[in-house]
T-cell receptor, first 114, second 111 residues
Framework: AQSVAQPEDQVNVAEGNPLTVKCTYS??????LFWYVQYPNRGLQFLLKYITGDNLVKGSYGFEAEFNKSQTSFHLKKPSALVSDSALYFC????????????FGAGTRLFVKA | DAGVTQSPTHLIKTRGQQVTLRCSPKSGHDTVSWYQQALGQGPQFIFQYYEEEERQRGNFPDRFSGHQFPNYSSELNVNALLLGDSALYLC??????????FGPGTRLTVT
């Protein structure tokens, strides 16, 4: 069965500092991994994905994520946080070996202080 | 290029009633998935439609049903509404690439 864990309900960081939002996953086949962001009263916006290839993937708004197969992790990172990055972030996984169901984590609220 | 659109934006229903939510996918996308997002939780997969067929289903009862039309738009129907069905219902579309594009959602309140 697929599952996603986001161990932190909230991450607090000062503007200009690097940020990391953690995600670990479990899937029986090849993992397709995603990060989405949700602003208040809005739908989810796609940030980046890992399907295959380089373990470090770059996405929208300066975000990047590192796929670590041995640790089954896919942490979201940004070198320098902005106040406007404050939002709810979701990690998601899909079984790339023939599955179509995407499982989302519970979300991590990122708060960037000016 | 219009993104994913959903209607209505908000809906209030009474227990036991039935509701239909609608979704138009992003241009060029042929696959539609529906999610339920309860307050403070991540989206939960309800089902996915492709070529007018339900391709995969999550752990939701048969009260939740759907349909996809030849123009790829989709409907989500929920019968015999329960208080616990109150949530934000999200539609997402995808094409050849695997990422999904989400609509703004329909906020359903069951009283």
């Amino acid at each position: 069965a697929q599952s996603v864990a986001q161990p932190e309900d909230q991450v607090n960081v000062a503007e200009g500092n690097p940020l990391t939002v953690k995600c670990t996953y479990s899937v029986s086949g090849n993992p397709y991994l995603f990060w989405y962001v949700q602003y208040p009263n809005r739908g989810l916006q796609f940030l980046l994905k890992y399907i295959t290839g380089d373990n470090l993937v770059k996405g929208s708004y300066g975000f990047e994520a590192e796929f670590n197969k041995s640790q089954t992790s896919f942490h979201l990172k940004k070198p320098s946080a902005l106040v406007s990055d404050s939002a709810l972030y979701f990690c998601a996984v899909r079984d790339g070996t023939g599955g179509f169901k995407t499982i989302f984590g519970a979300g991590t609220r990122l708060f960037v202080k000016a | 290029d219009a993104g994913v659109t959903q209607s209505p934006t908000h809906l209030i229903k009474t227990r036991g009633q039935q509701v239909t939510l609608r979704c138009s996918p992003k241009s060029g996308h042929d696959t539609v998935s529906w999610y339920q997002q309860a307050l403070g939780q991540g989206p939960q997969f309800i089902f996915q439609y492709y070529e007018e067929e339900e391709r995969q289903r999550g752990n939701f009862p048969d009260r939740f049903s759907g349909h996809q039309f030849p123009n790829y738009s989709s409907e989500l129907n929920v019968n015999a509404l329960l208080l616990g069905d109150s949530a934000l219902y999200l539609c997402a579309s995808s094409g050849r690439l695997s990422e999904q594009y989400f609509g703004p959602g329909t906020r359903l309140t069951v009283t």
